[in-house]
């Protein structure tokens, strides 16, 4: 049985019942207050449909309008696991908040509305968001997709419909290259249906309901053990520096690996080397760490090291590096200005940065890509090329999401102006369909 903590969103169409997914599901488990419990029992006694989204969509503007403007984030628990959800936009002027809210998920619920599938054709045509929203997933490599078919009690859970919508999900994420993880789930948000408990109303299905399923799935793609150990330097901690017992630690969050006392290091980007003395831990002194955990470290000897240095395995071949290329969401108002220089925070280095050079702008609604454009507005994705003016040490975002993402900060306002994911190969040419 699993205790951990599973991120994840729902991603979709407007309309396709995302917030409302999330009401149902957070009644159903019996998670919520006992006074909004009481609303929604009312407005069924009355004979008025619960309004599930209201539980979700906080801001004035999404109940007025009944869209979903911000990621709203929700925390819940059953016995088995603890969760927090991400309910993501799905119109593309928010592209940028469904970026934000995908980064860190473990997960990713898909919703199509059965409803809104054009099934005339030789083949069923999906919604452009869908196909968008997909290939944003699999930019930001998500590593589990379930896509929930809603609102087949408008189709008397026809199974035959069901079906020819996996099958063009399934060629979607063929024709995208999405590798991941693909769960198919036919359910009715609004009634409950294969929610928490597996429907009557779809017997022909022999899968786990969505709550079960949630439960059931792994998240242990952040901490990745099986990779040579990477320790980003967060802050280093002085006890007394005029005393005969200097303590020197170097503070972070291990973030793939394995450290032991006694193994031998290397300081990056100095290239140094030093032996692991100690492993302070919230619980004490420890004789090894693996990936995930909050450490303070001693070294055997005193070196220049300060925060935005890393501590890799001697087994680690990363190199610091100037140069790399980079897949780009744009967030602010402010376009782009490809003269100007920009903070650029990776882990816990902060350097400045320029785009030396936009490759091209990839077109969400079409998933192709417009060439020799000189600026990014806001919401645009690109593949650019960026210089920095200290090497930063980086790998792919695809090796790993922690190491491979970074934010670039307007040094005027300090707001957050974009974020990016490093890539070693062309990431978004496969969304060409």
């Not at 060629?171 to 408990?197: C, R, W």
């Not at 969401?329 to 490809?338: G, M, Y």
């Not at 990839?362 to 919401?379: E, F, G």
Request: proline share 4%.
């Amino acid at each position: 049985m699993t205790t951990s903590v599973l991120r994840f969103i729902t991603a979709g169409s407007v309309d396709d019942g995302k917030s409302t997914l999330i009401g149902r599901l957070l009644y159903d488990s019996k998670t919520l207050l006992a006074d909004q419990i009481a609303k929604l029992d009312a407005a069924a006694q009355n004979g008025e449909t619960p309004d599930f989204a209201s539980l979700t969509d906080g801001l004035a503007a999404e109940r007025e309008q009944g869209i979903t403007i911000d990621v709203a984030y929700r925390y819940f628990a059953t016995p088995k696991r603890k969760f927090i959800i991400a309910d993501t936009p799905g119109h593309e002027q928010y592209t940028r908040n469904m970026v934000t809210g995908a980064s860190t998920a473990h997960a990713a619920i898909v919703l199509i509305d059965a409803t809104r599938v054009d099934l005339s054709g030789e083949k069923p045509v999906l919604l452009p968001q869908t196909k968008r929203h997909s290939a944003i997933l699999k930019l930001l490599a998500t590593p589990h997709i379930i896509v929930a078919v809603n609102k087949l009690d408008l189709l008397d859970f026809n199974r035959e419909v069901y079906e020819t919508i996996v099958l063009a999900y399934q060629n979607l994420a063929q024709q995208i290259g999405l590798t991941t993880n693909i769960h198919f789930l036919p359910i009715s948000a609004l009634g409950g249906d294969n929610i928490v408990q597996k429907s009557e109303n779809t017997k022909w299905f022999n899968g786990l309901p969505l709550l079960p399923l949630l439960e059931s799935l792994p998240d242990s793609h952040n901490h990745r053990l099986d990779l040579p150990a990477h320790f980003p330097v967060q802050r280093v901690a002085r006890q007394d520096g005029s005393s005969s017992d200097d303590f020197r630690g170097y503070q972070g969050r291990l973030e793939t690996g394995s450290l032991k006392i006694g193994q031998e290091i290397k300081i990056l980007p100095s290239n140094k080397t030093a032996v692991v003395a100690q492993i302070h831990t919230p619980h004490g002194l420890a004789d090894s760490a693996q990936a995930g955990d909050v450490l303070t470290l001693t070294l055997d000897r005193d070196l220049d090291i300060s925060r935005g240095d890393v501590f890799v395995s001697l087994d680690n071949s990363l190199t610091p590096t100037q140069h790399f290329q980079a897949a780009l969401c744009w967030f602010d108002d402010t376009p782009l200005n490809p003269a100007r220089k920009y903070w650029l925070k990776h882990g816990t280095q902060t350097v400045a940065a320029k785009i030396k050079q936009i490759e091209y702008v990839w077109d969400v609604q079409t998933l192709s890509r417009a060439q020799s454009a000189d600026t990014l507005k806001i919401n645009d994705i690109a593949r650019v090329s960026i210089a920095t003016q200290q090497p930063i040490c980086a790998t792919t975002y695809a090796e790993n999401q922690a190491t491979g993402a970074f934010i670039l900060i307007d040094e005027a306002t300090n707001h957050t102006v974009a974020a990016g994911m490093i890539s070693g190969e062309d990431v978004i040419d496969v969304f060409e369909i």
